[in-house]
C-alpha cells in the first residue's frame, strides 16, 4: 500500500506542478473558441466547465481504466509506475495538446490536425486508421455489454440490437441532449465506485506488492504456462487508458468544441487525465490484492472465484465490488462493465461521423447528411461484429489489434504536437521525448507480437530500437532545415 499512497500523491503533484509547466509552456490566450465562432447547436455548443470536465473523463475513460489496469496488474506492481510516469509525461500531456490544437484550429480533429502538421499523406493515413480504430471501439463495446445483459434475460443478439438503437440516437441528436444529460452522471458513477473501493482498501490495508520489491514481472512467475507477455512493450500496450490512449485525441476535440475558454485547458484535459490515471492506479491496486495478496493469492479470498490469476477483467470487477461493496456495489459493477462500455462507444461513432465529415467537408447540421455518413459507419460495424461473434476468439483478437492501435495513434498526436510546438519555437521536449518512447512501443510491439509479425526477441528488439533511431534522426534532419528555413526567413 506505501507504493499505492505514494503514486496518489505522484499523480496530484503531477498535475498541479507539471500540468501547470505545460500550460504555461503551450501558452493560453484569450482568443475566441470554436465553441463561440462556430456553433452550430449540434457539435458546436458552449457547455459549463464541469460538465465538459465529466464528459471528457467518461468519453477518454469508459472501462477502459478499469480493464487495462486490471490486466496489466498481473504484471505487478510496475504497473504503478507506467500510470504514474505516463500519464503526467506523456497521456496528459498527449490529451492537453490534442484539446488546445482542436480548439486552436477551429475544432479540427486529429487526420486534419495531422494533415496540417505532418503532411497530405499523413492526413488520409491518419484519417483511415482512426476510422478504423473508432468502428473497433464501437464494436466491442457493443459485445462484451450484450453478453452481459444476455446473462440477466433476453438473447445476446437482442441485446446488440438495442444497444445499436440507442448508438445510433446518441449520434445523430446534438451532443447536449443525450450525451450532456447522462454522462455527468455515468461519470460520476465511475468516480465513486474508485473513491469507495479506495476507501475499503484503507481500512483493510492489504498486503499488496511493493514496486522496490517487485520490479519485474511477476506474472511470468505466478502462470508461467500461460503468462509469456514481456514488461516491454506489452504492458505499455496492455495499459492504455490510464497512461496515454490514442483513443483520447479522437474523443477530445468532441470537448474542445464545447469550451468557451482556451485556460480551462488544464483542468478539462490534462486535469481530466491525470484523473482517469487515480482511477487506473485504484484499480491496479485492488486487482494486486486480487491476484497477489496472500501466499494463496487474493482470489482464494473470494469464494466465488475459481479462475484465480487468469480470471476475466469483467470478472475481476464484478467479484470485487459484489463482496466490498455489496448490492450497491453489485449495481456499480453493472454499470462499470454495461454502461461505460456502451457510453464509450457511441462517442467513439460520433467522433468518427465527424473525423468523416471533415475529411469530406460536408456540414453535419442537417439530419439527413448525419445519416449518409453515420449508417455506413454503423453497417460496418456490424460486418465486423458478425465476424467476431463467429470467431471463438473474435473479441480478444480484435481487442488486442485495437491497442496496438490504439497507442500508434498516440504516438501520431504527439508527432503532431512536436511539430506544432517547433514552428511555435516553444519547448517541444514534452513532446518529443514521449512521442519517441511511444514509437519504440509501438514498432517492437509489432515486431514481436503473436499479433503481428511475431519474430523472435532477438531480430525483434534490435528492429524496434533501429525504428527509433530513424525517427530519431528523421526529426533531428527536419528539425535542422525547419531552423535554416527560418535563419533565412
Not at 7 to 14: D, F, K, P
Not at 17 to 23: A, D, K, Q, S
Not at 118 to 132: E, N
Amino acid at each position: 500500500m506505501i507504493s499505492f499512497l505514494i503514486s496518489m500523491v505522484a499523480l496530484v503533484l503531477g498535475y498541479r506542478f507539471y500540468g501547470r509547466f505545460v500550460e504555461r509552456k503551450f501558452g493560453p490566450d484569450n482568443r475566441v473558441t470554436p465553441a463561440v465562432s462556430k456553433s452550430d447547436g449540434v457539435d458546436f455548443i458552449v457547455m459549463p466547465g464541469w460538465k465538459v470536465f465529466m464528459i471528457q473523463f467518461l468519453n477518454i475513460a469508459g472501462t477502459g481504466p478499469i480493464f487495462g489496469a486490471i490486466m496489466g496488474a498481473q504484471f505487478g506492481p510496475v504497473s504503478y509506475l507506467w500510470i504514474v510516469l505516463g500519464c503526467i509525461f506523456a497521456g496528459a500531456v498527449h490529451d492537453y495538446m490534442a484539446g488546445m490544437l482542436s480548439m486552436r484550429h477551429d475544432g479540427e480533429g486529429l487526420p486534419e490536425l495531422a494533415g496540417r502538421y505532418l503532411g497530405r499523406w499523413p492526413r488520409l493515413l491518419v484519417l483511415a486508421f482512426t476510422v478504423f480504430l473508432l468502428l473497433m471501439v464501437g464494436t466491442v463495446f457493443v459485445y462484451s455489454p450484450a453478453q452481459i445483459l444476455s446473462d440477466m434475460g433476453g438473447s445476446k443478439m437482442m441485446w446488440v440490437g438495442v444497444i445499436f438503437v440507442y448508438y445510433i440516437i446518441a449520434t445523430m441528436l446534438p451532443i447536449d441532449k443525450i450525451i450532456g444529460k447522462i454522462y455527468p452522471l455515468f461519470a460520476f458513477s465511475l468516480l465513486f465506485m474508485a473513491a469507495a473501493l479506495m476507501a475499503v482498501m484503507f481500512i483493510n490495508w492489504p498486503a499488496i506488492p511493493e514496486v522496490w520489491d517487485h520490479l519485474y514481472n511477476m506474472g511470468a512467475e505466478t502462470a508461467p504456462d500461460t503468462w509469456t507477455d514481456q514488461i516491454f512493450p506489452c504492458l505499455f500496450i496492455t495499459i492504455a487508458c490510464g497512461a496515454i490512449s490514442g483513443f483520447h485525441a479522437t474523443q477530445t476535440p468532441l470537448m474542445a468544441r464545447c469550451t468557451k475558454d482556451e485556460h480551462m485547458g488544464r483542468p478539462m484535459f490534462y486535469g481530466a487525465m491525470i484523473t482517469e490515471g487515480i482511477v487506473a492506479l485504484i484499480w491496479a491496486s485492488v486487482a494486486s490484492w486480487f491476484f497477489y495478496n496472500s501466499p494463496e493469492t487474493g482470489y482464494s479470498m473470494i469464494p466465488e472465484a475459481q479462475a484465480g490469476f487468469r480470471t476475466s477483467a469483467a470478472d475481476v470487477v464484478t467479484l470485487v465490488c459484489n463482496n466490498w461493496l455489496g448490492t450497491f456495489g453489485a449495481v456499480l459493477a453493472i454499470l462499470g462493465v454495461v454502461a461505460a462500455p456502451i457510453t464509450s462507444g457511441d462517442t467513439a461513432f460520433r467522433s468518427a461521423r465527424l473525423i468523416v465529415a471533415e475529411g469530406l467537408t460536408l456540414d453535419q447540421r442537417p439530419i439527413h447528411k448525419r445519416l449518409l455518413i453515420g449508417v455506413p459507419l454503423f453497417l460496418a460495424s456490424i460486418a465486423i461484429l458478425v465476424w467476431q461473434i463467429e470467431n471463438a476468439d473474435g473479441f480478444k483478437v480484435v481487442w488486442q489489434y485495437f491497442g496496438w492501435a490504439n497507442q500508434t495513434l498516440a504516438a501520431i498526436m504527439l508527432w503532431t504536437a512536436t511539430v506544432y510546438m517547433v514552428r511555435q519555437r516553444k519547448c517541444f521536449w514534452i513532446t518529443l521525448i514521449p512521442a519517441l518512447f511511444m514509437t519504440a512501443v509501438c514498432t517492437t510491439f509489432f515486431f514481436v507480437s503473436k499479433l503481428m509479425l511475431f519474430l523472435p526477441g532477438s531480430i525483434g528488439y534490435p528492429l524496434g530500437m533501429v525504428c527509433l533511431l530513424v525517427a530519431l534522426v528523421w526529426f533531428a534532419l527536419w528539425y535542422r532545415r525547419q531552423a535554416g528555413a527560418e535563419h533565412t526567413a
